[in-house]
């Protein structure tokens, strides 16, 4: 299997999370490179196109927003699911006092790509993934994590219904538009996708920072002895199937004057999830909605996840969905991030998770 780039992660820095100023033409910029980066052969000509703007200024905009950390990377985004990987969101109490130590076992596994400290009495927070051939599966992996984290308890979210997925901040509007509806998309299917040797190869050569040049799908294209065209055929394949989700810029939330993300939970009875799932994705400030499972400590059936300049914002975003939804204070928490240590994308077909399950299991 040919080598692949691997995601780094640190915990983040007082240095590294502070704003940077964008002029206007950085932000229409960024909204596009993040919604409408398209499967071409020349995407950042048609990006200048829509942006009205020269070709140059947008590769020179690009690698610079780049450099400065304010984009994290453009890369493939695959659906981790359709590719047969278990994942889920866990919920876990560590020691309070010190929950780095817990973090960083966590951090260790190669499937976690968010890990966040929480405001909350379960107060580390995790997404992780393991892959199809995985010995252990999801269970066996949370089961050790348990062990060396110490924690007191974990509770296993994983995805019932997916009623949005868009990581896509708004650059250019304000608080009204991040709190307005827009039309809601109908709930996602997540059933593992048939794939072959050959989308392996794709999605290995593929995955990772692409480059900010005129061309940036020809390097995989002549990995895979393919021209251009052909690889991007199949990747429109790719996206019909359900495999391939888009490409797109991912930003760094903090540097882009996103400095808040706060998850909001509701408790929604079971007859109105459908329904009142579909209204709370229809936001525009919601980047992710899910439902998840209940437990008697944790009532919440309903996960929302909202970005925004402040914490001012990511409120009023939530309590534009509380008044649509007619949900009181006694219906709803926030919980806010007050740490992040861990958020990459993941990597698929890699050794990595073998090399962890014999070093820990």
Not at 180 to 191: F, G, I, N, T, Y
Not at 233 to 260: C, E, N, Q
Not at 327 to 336: E, F, K, M, Q, S
Request: hydrophobic share 40%; with cysteine; net charge negative.
């Amino acid at each position: 299997m040919a080598p692949v780039k691997l995601p780094k992660s640190k915990a983040r820095s007082r240095k590294d999370g502070a704003a940077i100023p964008l002029d206007e033409a950085d932000k229409r910029l960024m909204n596009l490179l993040q919604s409408s980066f398209p499967l071409d052969p020349q995407p950042f000509a048609l990006v200048a196109a829509e942006a009205e703007m020269d070709l140059d200024d947008v590769l020179t905009r690009t690698r610079r927003l780049l450099d400065e950390r304010i984009i994290r990377e453009i890369t493939p985004i695959f659906d981790t699911r359709a590719l047969g990987y278990e994942s889920m969101l866990v919920a876990a109490k560590v020691d309070a006092e010190h929950p780095q130590r817990a973090a960083a076992a966590v951090n260790a596994h190669p499937g976690v790509s968010h890990n966040y400290l929480r405001t909350h009495d379960f107060n580390l927070w995790f997404t992780i993934a393991t892959p199809p051939d995985s010995e252990l599966g999801l269970e066996g992996t949370l089961e050790v994590l348990m062990r060396q984290t110490g924690a007191e308890s974990m509770r296993e979210l994983p995805t019932l219904t997916l009623f949005k997925i868009n990581m896509n901040l708004e650059m250019e509007k304000g608080t009204d538009e991040l709190a307005s509806a827009v039309d809601a998309s109908p709930p996602r299917e997540l059933d593992p996708q048939p794939y072959d040797e050959h989308d392996i190869a794709v999605i290995c050569a593929l995955q990772g920072p692409m480059e900010p040049v005129e061309r940036p799908y020809d390097e995989a294209a002549a990995e895979l002895g393919l021209d251009v065209e052909g690889l991007l055929t199949h990747l429109r394949g790719m996206v019909d199937r359900k495999i391939l989700r888009r490409v797109a810029a991912i930003l760094y939330h903090r540097r882009a004057g996103f400095s808040a993300n706060g998850m909001g939970v509701w408790k929604v009875p079971e007859p109105e999830i459908m329904e009142t799932g579909r209204r709370m994705a229809s936001f525009r400030g919601i980047s992710h909605c899910y439902q998840r499972p209940t437990y008697e400590d944790w009532p919440y059936s309903v996960f929302t996840m909202a970005h925004g300049r402040s914490k001012e914002e990511c409120d009023a975003i939530l309590d534009s969905i509380a008044d649509e939804c007619g949900i009181g204070p006694d219906g709803r928490a926030t919980l806010y991030s007050s740490t992040e240590y861990k958020k990459i994308r993941l990597h698929y077909f890699t050794d990595d998770y073998a090399r962890w399950e014999a070093e820990h299991a």
